[in-house]
């Protein structure tokens, strides 16, 4: 079986799941380990809400998961920061100060707007929202060092009024590339999120031409998630990810303790 290094709980303003029973759930379906990567989206308010939590109050809690679960299922202590431009020093401080496993970046805002909104393509096409958001995505990575891998590229696909119709790798290729080289040459990773097929998309995050062309130029780290909120959607779709990668030519897929990447057979 695969690990799922991704994954939210009460810690996060968009699940209700208790952590215990997530871990419940993943180690009932047979999975190797898991990383729960609740959000910390600094900078981010919807609807009134923050999107952060206390990191102090995270560990203790994750510390009792870890020791009740320990013989049964391996549980990592993980965080998704959302990425925005100007938050590189501040991510920089935040990571430092506590001992994560791994850390998710991700592109939840586009000019500190959010795709999940129907109104974010109201005053554009999907195709130049999707290309706006791999622009937004370049500049991020460029100004955020600190985290792992990727989080769910293309993700914005979800959210579109036609979804994948007006979207494919070689539309945006120079676009993704220079994503793609930039994570690759700075040691980093791209995570396969099954959310996708969740959402009704024919592809897993990023598109399989994606993962394909990360392959070719020489990517090797990459996590698999299932963005799980609930414990039923734990390991989602995870029977047709060895399928998945071997397709895209990847022998191996990544796991981390303690910020280093530990690869494992498919």
């Given amino acids: 079986m695969l690990s799922d290094y991704h994954m939210h709980t009460e810690f996060s303003l968009d699940s209700e799941a208790v952590p215990e ?10 999975l190797n380990a898991i990383c729960i ?4 989206d600094k900078d981010y308010i919807s609807e009134g809400n ?16 870890q020791e009740k679960f320990c ?10 920061i959302g990425l ?15 001992p994560f496993d791994f850390v998710i970046g991700s592109v ?17 096409s999907d195709g130049q929202a999707y290309e706006e958001t791999f622009a937004e995505t370049y500049e991020n990575i460029q100004n955020v060092e600190d985290f792992d891998v990727l989080g769910h590229l293309d993700y914005v696909t979800r959210y579109g009024r036609h979804q994948a119709e007006e979207y494919s790798y070689i539309r945006f290729s120079d676009m993704i590339d220079q994503i793609l ?28 031409d994606v993962l394909k062309r990360y392959q070719e130029l020489g990517g090797e780290i990459l996590t698999i998630g299932s963005d799980a909120h609930k414990p039923e959607h734990i390991a989602y779709d995870f029977q047709k990810v060895p399928e998945i990668l071997q397709k895209c030519g990847f022998r191996y897929y990544t796991t981390f303790a303690g910020r280093k990447p530990v ?4």
């Fill in 71 to 80: 013989g049964r299922i391996p549980v990592y202590i993980g965080v998704e």
């Fill in 263 to 266: 690869f494992h057979k498919i």
């Fill in 37 to 40: 990567t609740d959000h910390e």
């Fill in 84 to 98: 925005q431009p100007h938050l590189g020093e501040y991510y920089r401080n935040y990571i430092r100060q506590f």
């Fill in 108 to 124: 939840h805002l586009i000019k500190t707007r959010d795709p999940y909104y129907p109104e974010f393509f109201e005053s554009r």
């Fill in 50 to 65: 923050k999107w952060t939590f206390d990191p102090e109050k995270y560990f203790t809690r994750m510390r009792t998961v």
């Fill in 181 to 208: 080289r930039y994570l690759i040459e700075h040691g980093k990773g791209l995570e396969l999120n099954t959310a996708g097929l969740k959402y009704g998309l024919p592809y897993a995050h990023p598109h399989t």
């Fill in 21 to 30: 029973e997530m871990a419940e759930s993943a180690a009932a379906k047979g």
